[in-house]
């Protein structure tokens, strides 16, 4: 087999062919739902098909994109055989969506032909899907070690953690999630003097990010190794002061990042995110819990769900309508710091003490039962006439209003982070998956040995390492102040995957993959919660990376009518 750049010269002419297609797909997509160059949102919404495959596909070619210049950066064997892999799939799809379809996505036949039925291209898609060419990857997975590609300094902090979630991690994992337990306070103790907490955080409040620049790629590689030891026990523990601490640099005041930052960044203080509400998820303009102003500050009434560690959290970011105008939409928001004692268990009430005369306000809360992803408990939580201060206004007087464009400012850190969950996740079931089928015999020869279980194989390694590259490069758009819409393409694409690679490392355990005694069923119940949490699958193709590819087209297709 070829390997280098000579080997991937097709693969790069099969991705600017597909780049090319998804461009003039784009173009007929976003003129049939414009008024105006301005995207109309009914027209919008009578396409969500459309829209969604096309968010899917255009999140498949950045993540083609990223595993393309890997494996040219790199060179190694099974980088290219991966690269080529993904690529070929990628082409295989669109060719099927456009062989029945192409009318309605404006291209004709001829076009399709040309760009995906041409010798060089159908013969390099015909020879990479070939059984034999994924046995030859799997091969490859069985024999090499995989090639992250960091430099030495990251390496070094990556070995640092796996060693870490090896020896304090996985030996708890699977307790706590067979009796949902709460994360051991070791855990937390260790991870707060490790400075995981302080991975977003400037060094000048405490943190671990120089003073200087941005640095999420340090975030993602110790995120993904936290949660290749165990998602709910280790790998989101971070999530949340990573996106707290985004939206105080943000919009904070500089008392508030003073005050909150460096507690943050020790663990000090732990913190927990109150946005979603029963009827309002990824939709966060209609929220409702209501905040009224008082003398001194406000009071919080309503309920919020899905506000993963509130129990153990000593503050919440809070989501509120400071603006009872439903008109206001997202611009009647803003984040509130309300703070609490810490509770253990899946339930907890505490009422204030009064202020003067006034009685002080009560926060109740009980755990919900999930499938997977315990460790931290999901909570109801129920306000009531709760007080929060002035000084916890997020941004003070000038973050009134202000709420949804702070939190959407962690929000694309905090999917850029669940991507990297992600691909922790798919190392984990991976790794299980290759141990086992080297391990387990069937008719006297180990399963590693059979065709399909290579094939499986190849296309496990193949998906993890391109969410990985994916997701460092997207660590890199953030780190140069760009990447809102790539954030949410990854955390798009790679929930998918996860979900898939822990399907078939399940299924090649066979009935012991059934089994919770095997880390491999935790796997698969752990990935399904990637699709919708921090973005719901369907919500972010359709209203964030649809919207703004879209509105992104017609505003250069305005500029350029301008030009003329």
Not at 7 to 24: K, M, P, T, Y
Not at 355 to 362: D, Q, S, W
Not at 439 to 445: A, I, L, P
Not at 454 to 460: T, V
Request: charged share 25%.
């Amino acid at each position: 087999m070829k390997v280098g750049q000579d080997a991937l010269d097709v693969a790069h002419e099969v991705f600017d062919a597909a780049v090319a297609l998804a461009s003039a797909m784009t173009g007929v997509l976003a003129s049939s739902v414009a008024n105006d160059h301005t995207l109309d949102e009914a027209r919008l919404d009578a396409r969500q098909s459309d829209a969604y495959w096309l968010s899917v596909m255009l999140s498949r070619l950045q993540a083609a994109r990223s595993i393309l210049g890997f494996a040219t950066r790199r060179e190694s064997p099974l980088a290219v055989a991966q690269a080529k892999l993904f690529v070929a799939e990628l082409a295989s799809e669109l060719a099927g969506e456009l062989a029945f379809k192409h009318d309605s996505w404006g291209l004709s036949r001829d076009v399709v032909q040309a760009a995906l039925f041409g010798e060089r291209v159908a013969a390099f898609v015909r020879d990479t899907l070939d059984a034999a060419y994924y046995e030859h990857v799997g091969d490859l997975v069985l024999r090499e070690s995989q090639d992250y590609g960091l430099d030495k300094e990251r390496e070094l902090i990556r070995q640092q953690f796996r060693r870490f979630a090896e020896q304090k991690v996985v030996p708890v994992a699977q307790a706590v999630h067979r009796e949902d337990l709460l994360i051991p306070a070791e855990i937390i103790s260790a991870v707060a003097e490790l400075g995981c907490f302080g991975l977003s955080i400037p060094e000048r409040y405490g943190g671990l990010q120089p003073d200087d620049r941005h640095d999420n790629l340090g975030m993602c590689v110790v995120t993904e190794e936290l949660s290749r030891g165990s998602l709910g026990v280790a790998g989101s523990l971070i999530t949340r002061p990573e996106i707290l601490s985004k939206a105080l640099l943000k919009g904070g005041t500089d008392e508030q990042k003073e005050t909150w930052l460096p507690a943050l960044a020790a663990g000090e203080k732990l913190c927990a995110v109150a946005v979603t509400e029963p009827d309002f998820g990824s939709d966060v303009a209609g929220l409702k819990v209501a905040a009224t102003p008082v003398e001194d500050g406000w009071v919080l009434n309503g309920q919020k769900t899905w506000c993963t560690f509130a129990g153990l959290a000593d503050v919440l970011m809070v989501l509120a309508r400071s603006d009872a105008d439903p008109k206001k939409g997202h611009r009647g928001l803003t984040i509130f710091l309300a703070e609490k004692p810490r509770f253990d268990g899946h339930d907890f009430a505490w009422e204030q003490p009064a202020r003067g005369e006034v009685p002080g306000g009560k926060i109740t809360a009980r755990a919900i039962d999930t499938i997977g992803y315990r460790g931290m408990h999901s909570f109801d939580v129920f306000f009531e006439d709760f007080f929060v201060p002035d000084k916890d206004v997020l941004g003070g007087l000038a973050g009134i209003g202000r709420g949804f464009y702070y939190q959407m400012e962690g929000f694309a850190g905090g999917r850029l982070q669940t991507a990297a969950r992600a691909t922790g996740l798919m190392q984990a079931a991976l790794d299980a998956a290759v141990r086992y089928s080297r391990e387990r015999k069937v008719f006297g020869v180990p399963i590693a040995n059979y065709q399909l279980t290579r094939m499986k194989l190849a296309k496990m390694s193949t998906l993890t390492q391109v969410a990985r590259q994916f997701t460092y490069d997207v660590a890199a758009l953030l780190d140069a102040g760009k990447g809102q819409t790539e954030a949410s393409m990854v955390k798009l694409w790679a929930s998918r995957q996860a979900e898939w690679v822990a399907r078939e490392a399940m299924q090649l355990h066979g009935g012991m993959g059934y089994a919770e005694e095997y880390d491999v069923s935790r796997y698969f119940v752990d990935a399904r919660v990637f699709s919708i949490f921090e973005g719901a699958e369907e919500v972010l193709a359709l209203k964030v990376v649809a919207r703004q590819v879209l509105q992104r087209w017609l505003d250069e297709k305005r500029n350029q009518e301008g030009a003329r």
